[in-house]
């Protein structure tokens, strides 16, 4: 895979990013499967946003659920880089949906790191203890790639199809914790969109943390103190449409948010 290629791919992912304007699949651009090649396009953007001034403030973990893996027929997860630009605020935060292309909401389980990560193949228990703080929040994930039509190249490309994030209420974290046995409901006024558990993300959260501390060291870019990590979808996405969301995870305030036209 030439440089050259790499560089028009992330060109046209930057377009489609600053422009609101969705794209063809740029798959067909890359290896067929080459996950390296589409983390390359990945970072080659993100450093590229860094340069115009954006500041990266932690990091998102995707697919998550064994169902969205076999869909795209890959056998891990992917992960996108969050930065200060794509945080829509906390409690009553406002998304304007105009700003984005088709945007989609997620309800997950936010970590905020205390510590940096910088070892592999961490326990769980010592992956937990550098943790500070846990929170309910909302991803909102979005496609520059037009109808959604996307392969693993694409969305890992495509920064792990990130748009934004909402984050609740940010409490202590302790290891004792239960969080795959935690419910979540996802509401829509008073219409439930989506449910599920905390096991849905890689079958407990801190799995998926694992995972991401790991990734991101083998691509020299290990998580530090600071970062807010959303650490994957505990339901299913439904697309953002204008109106009031509720996001109910057992244990933790109601996090909610409005999403405008």
């Known amino acids: 895979m030439t440089l050259d290629a790499i560089g028009m791919v992330a060109g046209r ?21 080459d996950i390296a090649a589409a983390y390359a396009v990945q970072q080659l953007n993100v450093r590229q946003l860094e340069a115009e001034g954006a500041r990266r403030v932690g990091r998102k973990i995707g697919l998550t659920s064994k169902a969205v893996q076999q869909q795209l027929g890959v056998d891990q997860p992917d992960f996108g880089v969050l930065f200060d630009f794509m945080n829509f605020g906390g409690l009553g935060a406002e ?26 193949n961490m326990t769980r228990d010592e992956l937990a203890s550098q943790v500070e703080a846990i929170a309910a929040s909302a991803e909102i994930v979005d496609s520059a790639i037009a109808s959604w039509d996307i392969d693993i190249v694409d969305t890992v490309a495509d920064n792990a199809s ?91 305030p109601t996090l909610w948010l409005r999403a405008t036209s």
């Open 95 to 120: 998304v304007s949906i105009s700003g984005l292309i088709a945007p989609r909401i997620e309800a997950e389980m936010a970590f905020l790191l205390g510590r940096d990560i910088e070892r592999k």
């Open 13 to 33: 992912i930057m377009a489609a990013r600053k422009t609101n304007q969705p794209i063809a699949p740029v798959r067909a651009d890359l290896p067929p499967k």
């Open 162 to 252: 990130s748009g934004g994030f909402v984050v609740g209420p940010w409490q202590p974290f302790t290891p004792d914790m239960d969080l795959p046995g935690r419910a979540m409901r996802l509401l829509r006024g008073e219409h439930e969109v989506s449910r599920g558990t905390g096991a849905a993300s890689l079958g407990h959260p801190i799995e998926a943390l694992a995972w991401l501390a790991d990734t991101s060291i083998d691509l020299g870019s290990p998580l530090r103190a600071g970062e807010v990590v959303l650490s994957g979808a505990l339901g299913p996405m439904v697309p953002l449409l204008p109106g009031d969301y509720f996001i109910e995870i057992e244990g933790f």
